[in-house]
Each structure stands twice: as C-alpha cells, then as structure tokens.
C-alpha cells in the first residue's frame, strides 16, 4: 500500500527472511516501479516492511465457562505459533464481545501485563447493533473470517455443537481446533 500521500511504498512480509531480502532489494524495487510509472510517479521511499500477524479466531459457546481450560488452550495457541512462525509475528486474538469465552481472552490478555510492544493482543470485534442481532453477528462473522485468519478456536460444550463462526471458518478452509469443554 501508499503511505505518505503516495510516496512511500509500505508493505508486509511473510516471514522475516522475506522482510530483510525486500529492505536489501528496496533501491532495485523503488527503481523498477519508478520506471514502469515514468514520470508521474511519487514514491520516494520504501518504508521498512511489517510482519504479518497470526491471526487466530476465537468463538465459545454462550454456556461455555471453564475459564482455565480457555486460557490454557489460549497459551498453547500462543507457544505454538512462536514455534511456527516465530517470535516477531504478532498473534492477534479476534473474538465477539457476547459470551464468556471472549470475556476470558480479553482478561487472559490484560492479566499477562506485557510491555508495549509485546507480540499478542486481544481484539474484540462487536457486532453492529444497529442491525437485528442475529444479522449482526452473522455479518461480523463473515467479516472475521473474510481476512483469512491463520486458525479458528472452538470452544463447545458437546462433540455435536457447532458454533456459527467455527462453521463459516470451516467452510471457508481456516483450519479448526475445536476444544471440547466439560
């Protein structure tokens, strides 16, 4: 993307052996763009490249409550995409804002008291009230799962309960974990 009003070449890299061979390649790159645009072009510069996070979708069931099972899994899902992708990703947790499940990441998060710029958020992601809640939800669902999440946590009560999200993810070919609670 264009950053600067256009002049500077923002981008994201997979992986960080990606990020340091595009910052070695920048002056070639730039130089490329700058004649394949000719004179109207107005990128300047190539600002260092961004990580792309792992995103990992998190639904419960509204009667799911065994808040150390959750954070559990949660701190696996983190261990395991350090492991994967390494320590410079970010892992972003997308969750509703309606049952205890989200409540739990959104707690399990501020809890850890990391510094700034540590590598796991929270990011609750609320339904728009202005819409019937059911259509709410289900748009919000289809937004989340529209960004191409890396993975999608589904925490149910019953082996045969499945949850709206976890259905759409599935549907979409985002892998799912899902966690059978007690």
Do not use: N
Not at 70 to 83: R, T
Request: net charge negative.
């Amino acid at each position: 993307m264009l950053g600067l009003q256009g002049q500077e070449l923002c981008t994201v890299a997979a992986s960080a052996a990606a990020r340091d061979e595009a910052a070695r390649r920048a002056p070639e790159t730039l130089a490329r763009i700058r004649a394949l645009i000719g004179e109207q072009c107005t990128i300047t510069r190539w600002s260092p490249s961004t990580l792309l996070p792992v995103v990992v979708l998190v639904t419960g069931a509204a009667s799911a409550t065994e808040r150390q099972r959750v954070e559990d899994v949660l701190l696996q899902a983190w261990y395991d995409a350090i492991e994967a992708f390494g320590t410079e990703h970010t892992l972003i947790l997308e969750h509703g804002c309606e049952t205890p499940t989200d409540r739990f990441v959104d707690e399990w998060v501020a809890r850890l008291q990391l510094p700034d710029g540590a590598r796991l958020m929270s990011a609750p992601m609320a339904a728009d009230t202005a819409r019937h809640y059911d259509q709410a939800r289900e748009v919000r669902d289809q937004q989340m799962v529209a960004r191409r999440p890396d993975l999608c946590l589904a925490f149910v009560r019953h082996t045969g309960e499945v949850l709206p999200l976890e259905k759409r993810a599935s549907a979409a070919g985002i892998p799912v974990q899902r966690v059978l609670l007690s």
